[in-house]
């Protein structure tokens, strides 16, 4: 199986910055998309921003231009710069990856999250 473990969150002003990390184990790292999510209190889950495994990103359209998420595959990790950030972006985020086969889902992993806080 594979096991994610996020890091790197807080509490931070607005406009400040932070860095999130996300360290994934038990193989196939280089061969999987990554993603984060993000869930506020009483809101839905949202795909924040993903990864796949040439590079290729994507973001929601509430933090383009501010997030940036990358991979480094030598240390199994995936990262979620966060820049100019607004008390809307206070969530607990977490880090995602699935399992795919044929255009289908055979699995689907997540780590336990980690709280941004954005307040003054």
């Known amino acids: 199986q594979v096991q994610l473990v996020e890091s790197g969150g807080g509490l931070v002003q607005p406009g400040g910055s932070l860095r999130l990390s996300c360290a994934a184990s038990?193989?196939?790292?280089?061969?999987?998309?990554m993603g984060w999510y993000r869930q506020a209190p009483g809101k839905q889950r949202e795909l924040v921003a993903k990864?796949?495994?040439?590079?290729?990103?994507n973001y929601a359209d509430s933090v383009k231009g501010r997030f940036t998420i990358s991979r480094d595959n030598a240390k199994n990790t995936v990262y979620l710069q966060m820049n100019s950030l607004k008390p809307e972006d206070t969530a607990v985020y977490y880090c995602?990856?699935?399992?795919?086969?044929?255009?289908?889902?055979?699995?689907?992993?997540w780590g336990h999250g980690t709280q941004v806080t954005v307040s003054s």
């Open positions: 995602n990856t699935k399992r795919m086969r044929v255009g289908a889902l055979l699995g689907d992993f």
């Open positions: 990864i796949t495994s040439d590079g290729t990103t």
């Open positions: 038990g193989g196939g790292f280089s061969t999987r998309a």
